[in-house]
């Protein structure tokens, strides 16, 4: 049987207040309606439609990198009237799963329950009980439990009202059925919209088994038509990836403040402190420490490894037992191997540090190959850019840089080499060979300070 899933995504979202389409507003950085569209695509979905309306183009660049079918609804009358403009791609033997692209949490376990109870049945729904279903259409079922329809908040009675087990919107139909059903939709309500909702009391009339069940977090099927629900969305997103990598064998100091916009996986006995965050694909070994106000980005982080606060790590690897920051920035292509040491503002880009090398402090590393056991001094830098093209540094094992120096790119040091401190390097030094550049110092006996002028 050919699973078909519909996202429905044509809203504005007025109440936004954006020129940017409702479901293109981000949950960790990702638009409301991408997250949608990867769970669906999780249940190996044979097509996925796209409904929309509003910023259509807008959509359409956003999302380019997906297979979708998009199908434009032009004027937005309802939800059964969004899913009417799917109806020509719909077969009788096909199961139709109906999403919606401003509610960014559903989970592939809980569609999958909703598509297992749709085996045995023309429809099923997902429902949700809520203290307070103010806003929702309420599920109306008869003495036997068995549901009969869904009636809209502004046309419910008194009595109806009182429901605390209210719609989602989210569903699966039989193709079969599903068409025959949206041909008899009507606008006879309040709002003179097509809803889809009527489709339930269709069922019940013709005597179909109406299957139901319930995602596991209300937050699931929590939508946003507003900057504040969004929010709440991002808290509700934010605290389940805190959860999941808690049990994963991380600890947290404070759940509540970290943002995960990606993937993140962690060994054991990692300890993570408040605001960090991670961004992209990143990896923690076990006993890995990352301290308060980190951002990590696309990088992996080797056992026993501690990243002090304040660091920015994005596209590099660091090994075992490696010591960053506080205040250290390590951009893409830097590699840094077992016990590196690298201090407070250090930045490091596209090079590679040797075992037991050390940059502690206020140097600028790019575009070096540096060995094992190298002393990096306070103030040094490697000079790779001539505004033009970019140059190597090579400093071999063993090599002591001295603080303020300047390594003017190409050039090499040679193994157990000492550069003196305060040097302009500007050609290669030899194994074992000490290179001092300074510029020769006068010392001025008698010297007038200058005085203010009055």
Same mark, same amino acid.
């Given at each position: 049987?050919? &699973? ?54 807008? !959509? #359409? ?7 979708? +079918? ?34 960014? !949490? ?36 008869? #003495? ?37 059903? !949206? ?8 709002? +003179? ?51 999941? &990598? ?5 600890? &947290? ?82 590699? !840094? ?46 000079? +790779?850019?001539?505004?033009?093209? #970019? ?64």
């Amino acid at each position: 049987m050919t &699973l078909r899933v519909v996202i429905l995504a044509a809203g504005k979202g007025t109440r936004m207040r954006s020129a940017l389409p409702k479901v293109l507003h981000p949950v960790a950085q990702k638009p409301m309606v991408e997250h949608v569209i990867d769970c669906a695509s999780s249940l190996n979905a044979d097509a996925i439609h796209v409904v929309y309306g509003h910023g259509g183009e807008q !959509l #359409k660049q956003a999302l380019q990198h997906h297979r979708l +079918n998009w199908v434009e609804q032009s004027q937005q009358l309802g939800t059964g009237h969004a899913v009417q403009q799917v109806q020509d791609y719909i077969q009788p033997q096909d199961r139709v799963l109906v999403l919606y692209g401003d509610v960014p !949490l559903i989970r592939s376990e809980t569609l999958q329950q909703l598509l297992q109870q749709a085996q045995q049945s023309a429809l099923a729904l997902l429902t949700v009980t809520l203290p307070d279903a103010t806003g929702y259409g309420r599920i109306v079922r008869n #003495k036997a439990g068995a549901i009969e329809g869904i009636v809209e908040q502004k046309d419910a009675n008194a009595e109806q009202l009182q429901i605390r087990e209210a719609n989602t919107g989210i569903l699966v139909a039989s193709g079969q059925y599903l068409k025959r059903w !949206l041909a008899k939709l009507s606008n006879d309500n309040a709002q +003179n919209e097509y809803y889809l909702t009527d489709i339930v009391a269709m069922a019940a009339g013709e005597g179909v088994k109406i299957a139901s069940c319930q995602p596991q977090q209300a937050s699931e099927v929590e939508g946003a038509n507003n900057r504040v629900q969004l929010a709440a969305l991002e808290r509700a997103y934010q605290l389940r990836q805190a959860e999941q &990598l808690m049990l994963a064998g991380a600890t &947290l100091l404070d759940p509540a403040r970290i943002d995960i916009r990606g993937r993140v996986r962690c060994g054991e006995d990692v300890v993570i402190d408040a605001n960090v965050t991670f961004e992209g694909d990143v990896e923690l070994g076990d006993g890995v420490v990352i301290e308060a106000n980190v951002v990590l980005k696309d990088c992996r982080i080797g056992s026993g490894s501690r990243v002090r606060a304040f660091s920015h790590i994005e596209g590099a690897s660091l090994g075992e037992t490696v010591n960053v920051g506080p205040y250290a920035r390590l951009r893409p292509g830097a590699e !840094l191997a077992d016990g590196v040491q690298v201090g407070n503002f250090v930045e490091i880009k596209k090079t590679r540090m040797g075992a037991g090398s050390k940059a502690s402090h206020l140097t600028y590393l790019g575009d070096a190959n540096i060995g094992a056991e190298v002393n990096i001094g306070a103030g040094t830098i490697t000079c +790779n850019y001539d505004g033009v093209n #970019k140059f190597v540094t090579d400093i071999a094992d063993g090599a002591f840089i001295g603080s303020n120096s300047s390594l003017v790119a190409p050039v090499s040091i040679g193994q157990q080499a000492t550069v003196g401190a305060g040097s302009t390097i500007t050609r290669d030094v030899a194994d074992g060979e000490l290179a001092v550049a300074r510029a020769k110092q006068r010392n001025i006996s008698g010297w007038q300070r200058p005085q203010k002028q009055k």
